[in-house]
């Protein structure tokens, strides 16, 4: 079962000018980040993925004239990683609420953050599910299975499909999050010796 879940949360802010778009989204980000830090969430798992500032343009009247800029629009985002699922639900609330109506949640996913005894768990129950049936394959054709010649192997994780909710209208209460299940498929091919 998943033990993590990953989201990205950005805000936006549009103002007359540069430093007034940057400040208002940059207060909004501390806030957010405070937020998390507040639920037990570590600096680690906050990680900034974009800032950028654009110009908004003025619709030219009917006369034709050029565009001219009316004004500025900043966003700022942060990929966090969430490590207790049972505080999830409450962190998202909180941290879309800490960020305000300009706040944005996007790309929420789980996944399973050390997976390494699974994989050799698969591994080992894939070998030997190869091993049998190359030993069934041997004693019908009359001979014996001999050692390993060679050994392929590849995985995938079939991760539940991203959920995404835009923040617009949302209430300060928790959001309801389901983790799901994750499948391990685990694929050996190995080539054994007949003797």
Same mark, same amino acid.
């Given at each position: 079962?998943?033990?993590?879940?990953?989201?990205?949360?950005?805000?936006?802010?549009?103002?007359?000018?540069?430093?007034?778009?940057?400040?208002?989204?940059?207060?909004?980000?501390?806030?957010?980040?405070?937020?998390?830090?507040?639920?037990?969430?570590?600096?680690?798992?906050?990680?900034?993925?974009?800032?950028?500032?654009?110009?908004?343009?003025?619709?030219?009247?009917?006369?034709?004239?050029?565009?001219?800029?009316?004004?500025?629009?900043?966003?700022?985002?942060?990929?966090?990683?969430?490590?207790?699922?049972?505080?999830?639900?409450?962190?998202?609330?909180?941290?879309?609420?800490?960020?305000?109506?300009?706040?944005?949640?996007?790309?929420? +996913?789980? %996944?399973? /953050?050390?997976?390494?005894?699974?994989? &050799?768990?698969? !591994?080992?129950? #894939?070998?030997?599910?190869?091993?049998?049936?190359?030993?069934?394959?041997?004693?019908?054709?009359?001979?014996?299975?001999?050692?390993?010649?060679?050994?392929?192997? +590849?995985? %995938?994780? /079939?991760?539940?499909?991203?959920?995404? &909710?835009?923040? !617009?209208?949302? #209430?300060?209460?928790?959001?309801?999050?389901?983790?799901?299940?994750?499948?391990?498929?685990?694929?050996?091919?190995?080539?054994?010796?007949?003797?």
């Amino acid at each position: 079962m998943p033990d993590t879940l990953s989201a990205t949360i950005g805000v936006e802010a549009q103002a007359d000018d540069v430093s007034s778009a940057i400040n208002q989204t940059s207060e909004k980000i501390t806030k957010i980040t405070d937020a998390l830090a507040a639920g037990g969430v570590d600096k680690k798992d906050v990680q900034t993925q974009q800032v950028s500032i654009n110009p908004r343009y003025a619709t030219p009247g009917r006369d034709g004239g050029t565009p001219s800029i009316s004004g500025y629009e900043a966003n700022n985002t942060v990929a966090i990683k969430l490590r207790d699922l049972t505080k999830a639900s409450k962190l998202l609330g909180d941290a879309v609420t800490a960020g305000g109506n300009n706040t944005r949640l996007s790309g929420v +996913s789980f %996944a399973i /953050d050390d997976n390494s005894a699974l994989l &050799r768990n698969a !591994r080992e129950a #894939a070998f030997g599910d190869a091993r049998a049936r190359a030993d069934q394959y041997a004693r019908l054709a009359g001979d014996k299975l001999g050692k390993a010649l060679t050994i392929t192997e +590849s995985n %995938a994780t /079939d991760s539940p499909a991203p959920a995404y &909710r835009e923040s !617009r209208d949302m #209430a300060a209460a928790p959001m309801p999050i389901s983790p799901g299940e994750q499948t391990l498929t685990y694929t050996v091919t190995v080539k054994f010796a007949l003797t």
